[in-house]
């Protein structure tokens, strides 16, 4: 085990271990206050007195080599670390409920912790996705607060992620949705991939409805998919007591967060961060070229021992790096900054033009561009922030970009290299004839073999019923990025982006229970009355 240990900090690139010996307790108790009893397990030095703990709480089990590699990687350097099972998986007790128990089991679990006599009462939390759920569920409400957070690709809220632009996340929901629902059924189902089932699980992304999908995909029924297909409005109170982002600007613990360009959850964690720093708070940020991938969890870990060697340890060396890093895509450079957005970041206008053109003087001319989105044969979309790790991040757009149902919108070779940091947001001027539609934007960077390649995109549900020209305003993903001289910007515009999103139906029915289809003419607008535009963050280092 300890050379086991020493090569996978090896490559990791992690500091030499200080306490190479640990001893792990299983199965520890944890009492509830209505009687049920949680599972965890502890990881400490060997022969160690009374020490902070740092809390990692998860559902996919706390026997999974991605904590149990963090708790011993943190345990070797001289911290103790306890994993548990939230409520109702694996070896605890209770029903699971996605992101409804975790504030209530979380603090108790802290208030247990505290009482113990191994723990000096000090504790710091880590983790990501869920797990980084699981922390932004105690962390505001803390009394004594936490020591130190390091939240990776995760954040405060995740309606938003389910529904961006008000638009339902199929694929990504779908697919969190099979492995909740199918991860306790064998020993190896965590473990190994299984191309049937995730064969399944792709095909099912076309049942209807969407709301009983999970029976097309596993099997059986997944409250949690349910639930999500069914309250989709932004003012559905549902979702009102998962958000945790109110009270997060007044929390004083120091946080640590790792992401990436490619990350489903990137918007909703740059604003937390951008609360927290808004709010005086003691924050940083690394952003990379990774999806929610092993990318990004192998930065994460360095961070974690980082961070919380400082918080706790009182090694305070790495301290003083910048609050916000980022990797700029294309140019294969890390950034320090010590805001996000960067400063040097000016927003400069790219305009739809006539004769599907872009350019950056003014808007164009002409009447109005057109195509018929059939959710019957809805409009695909290769890659973007995706949790399959298969299909996310950049890829080959050339065979979307030849269908009709897609508008696309080239510019001139670029004279030279042009950066783009922060966010990205598109205003369309759209018409459609049955008031009940999506507009996606996608941009890409064609290079000098015509070879076009998606860098952001985003997704909006038009006002239902509405007629006449809308002004839709569309967010995208925020974006580090580097166009190479020679290389073309491209714009798309279309009705959908199936299987990631789910497709509007054009008939009005809830999301969860359409079932009818009904095709969409679209009307894109760019003349001097109506400018449809891309905003981007022009980076002028």
Not at 57 to 72: C, N, Q, S
Not at 96 to 107: I, M, N, V, W, Y
Not at 235 to 249: C, G, I, L, S, V
Request: include cysteine.
């Amino acid at each position: 085990m300890g050379m086991l240990s020493r090569l996978f900090d090896r490559l990791l690139g992690l500091p030499e271990a200080t306490t190479p010996d640990i001893e792990v307790v299983r199965e520890l108790r944890v009492p509830m206050p209505d009687g049920v009893v949680l599972r965890a397990d502890r990881y400490r030095p060997r022969g160690s007195e009374r020490l902070p703990v740092v809390l990692l709480r998860t559902p996919y089990g706390k026997h999974k080599l991605d904590v149990t590699g963090t708790a011993r990687v943190l345990a070797r350097r001289g911290m103790q670390v306890v994993v548990q099972d939230v409520r109702g998986t694996f070896s605890s007790g209770g029903r699971f409920s996605a992101f409804r128990q975790e504030k209530e089991d979380g603090l108790a679990t802290a208030a247990w912790l505290r009482e113990q006599p191994w723990c000096d009462g000090r504790l710091a939390t880590a983790g990501a996705s869920y797990l980084g759920y699981t922390q932004w569920a105690i962390g505001p409400y803390l009394d004594p607060p936490l020591e130190a957070m390091c939240l990776g690709v995760t954040a405060g809220e995740f309606r938003t992620t389910f529904y961006p632009g008000g638009v339902f996340a199929l694929h990504n929901l779908l697919t969190w949705a099979a492995l909740l629902g199918t991860q306790e059924d064998a020993w190896l189902s965590g473990l190994l991939p299984n191309p049937r089932r995730e064969s399944r699980v792709r095909r099912a992304m076309a049942h209807v409805p969407i709301g009983r999908s999970d029976m097309a995909a596993i099997g059986k029924r997944v409250p949690f998919l349910r639930d999500a297909a069914a309250h989709t409005e932004a003012d559905d109170p549902f979702w009102a007591d998962t958000d945790h982002t109110a009270t997060a600007a007044a929390m004083n613990t120091p946080t640590s967060m790792v992401t990436g360009w490619w990350d489903l959850l990137l918007p909703a964690q740059l604003r937390d961060f951008a609360a927290l720093r808004a709010a005086g708070r003691h924050s940083r940020i690394l952003i990379g070229p990774w999806g929610h991938d092993l990318g990004a969890m192998r930065a994460l870990l360095a961070e974690e021992v980082s961070w919380l060697s400082a918080h706790l340890l009182g090694d305070t060396a790495q301290l003083q790096r910048s609050p916000v890093r980022l990797y700029l895509q294309g140019a294969g450079a890390w950034l320090d900054f010590d805001s996000w957005p960067p400063p040097r970041s000016v927003p400069a206008e790219l305009h739809l033009l006539g004769r599907r053109a872009l350019g950056w003087d003014g808007p164009g001319t002409g009447g109005p561009d057109g195509f018929t989105y059939d959710p019957a044969r809805p409009t695909r979309s290769p890659g973007g922030p995706l949790l399959d790790m298969r299909e996310s991040k950049q890829r080959d757009n050339r065979a979307v970009e030849a269908r009709p149902d897609v508008l696309v919108y080239t510019g001139a070779p670029l004279p030279r290299r042009l950066d783009l940091i922060g966010p990205v947001t598109a205003t369309v001027h759209v018409r459609t004839d049955t008031g009940y539609a999506d507009l996606f934007v996608r941009l890409c960077d064609v290079d000098r073999d015509g070879v076009s390649r998606n860098v952001t995109d985003g997704i909006l549900r038009l006002p239902p019923g509405k007629e006449g020209v809308v002004r839709a305003e569309v967010e995208l993903q925020p974006t580090g990025y580097r166009f190479q001289p020679g290389h073309r910007l491209r714009v798309q515009v279309a009705g959908g982006a199936f299987p990631r999103f789910a497709r509007n139906h054009g008939t009005g029915e809830p999301v969860g229970e359409a079932v009818r289809t009904r095709p969409t003419r679209f009307e894109i607008f760019h003349d001097a009355e109506h400018p449809s535009s891309l905003m981007l963050p022009v980076f002028e280092g």
